[in-house]
DNA sequence: CAGCCAGTAAACAGCT
DNA sequence: GAGCTGTTTACTGGCT
């Protein structure tokens, strides 16, 4: 029997099967192999090859390899880098990845603005200047998780104490500047009950001061890495004309209005394009990103929501419903302790289920099972129930993506943009 | 309607 | 003792 994924995170009832106090990280150890306890620092335990493993990095999860940083640092090279695409080219020159504060250009936005050099990005700004200020109080559509991975990664040392990933947070998100403290219990509730995260070995991290350091689990980030590709990054025009006051039970959906939206651009282009620029950008043009000031530009793909509320007013500190959403329609949800969501990822990502033929299986199951984003607590070592890493899947996704973003760029990418196709579609269309 | 998931609040214990 | 940190439980709301 293999401890099957958890989700990100719910409710608890009863005691956490995996992070009991006092016992939780002991039986990490115990799983051996990638299953680290109390983990050391990263750096330490990390292959020799990546001693400071990189968001990249965990795309190939624990066995990644060059591949597919050679992918994105193609997509880098060929696409970014060529076709500059304003917000990721100036928040890579400002070292910030996001910049709320900044005009928000979506992914459409930025392709339109590649493929065609008479609208100029001043242009393309999201509502105008204005709203560039409201986004500094809008909630990004991250959740916790995500945001904490992001911390996290960006961190130098891969690992940041809780307060400094609050830090981070606040500093690249200042909605939560703002925000009821609330969020932090959030942040530590995240922390604790996210299989994603562990924390680091105190005697190696802090010897002194209060708490832990914490770092990502590296058999769950190329989940993490997951979730963040297919969070589902609405498009620009949907945030211009959004509902006055929250989302409420009355108004339709957020994304039913998204959808709504007409644009050649497929969504889930924007999607994996999205999620490539941020990926990409991430880690190699910003290795110290937590050194920087500044939000995070929101702007490579509009990841600021307009909650179109005082963040004080608003307790809910992070994403939005519709983008709640994703993690069933494609994003990965990330384990966490719950018992149901224990029951649900037994359901999902097997490895063997995700080799064995599925002739009922249609894109919602496909994404339910990456969905499921935490492989079994299976050991490599042990073998019984040997997860296998979804490197291939992700990096013929990373290079589904690159094709995307060739295509927004309005190249032709033959293979790249044939091999983009109903798989993605599929992927992202739920 | 049930189930799942993410977010939030709160209680509690341990540590500095 | 205060404050922070970490864990756990309970609940809520949105969505499928």
Redesign the pocket.
Known sequence: MHEPPL??????????PD???GT??EERVARGGLALGPVTLPEARSAAASPCPTSLDGVGGANSDDEELTNLNWLNENLLQKFPLGGVEASAASGSLFDIEGESRSPRVLASAASSSSVSPSSLLLGGHDKGKDLLKSKPP????LLIYMAIEQSPGKSL???DI?GWIQKHFPYFSNA?A?????V??????NKCFR?VDKSLAKP?????L?CVDPEHRPYLLQALKKQHFPPVNAFRTPPASP???SSP???LVLREQTCPIKDSDIDAAAAMMLLNSAPELHADRYEQDGPIDLSCRNLVLDSGGDPKQD?????L??L??V???GSA??P???P??H???SE?FHSDEDSEPDAGEDG?AVTKRVG?SCPPRATPTLGKRVWHEPRVEVDEELKEAAGSLLHLAGLSSEGETTCYSAKSAKHNR?
């Open positions: 989700g990100l995170m719910g409710p608890s009832i009863g005691m956490s992070k009991k106090a939780a990280q991250f959740s916790f998780s104490p809780v307060k609050y009821p609330g969020w932090k219990n959030s530590r509730h995240n922390l604790s009950l924390k002194s001061g209060k708490g832990s914490w989302p409420s039970a959906p957020r994304h307790h809910t500190y992070s994403s419903p519709s709640r959403r993690p069933r329609s949800p990330l966490s302790h719950s149901r969501a029951r649900a990822g999902g919602a499921h739920k």
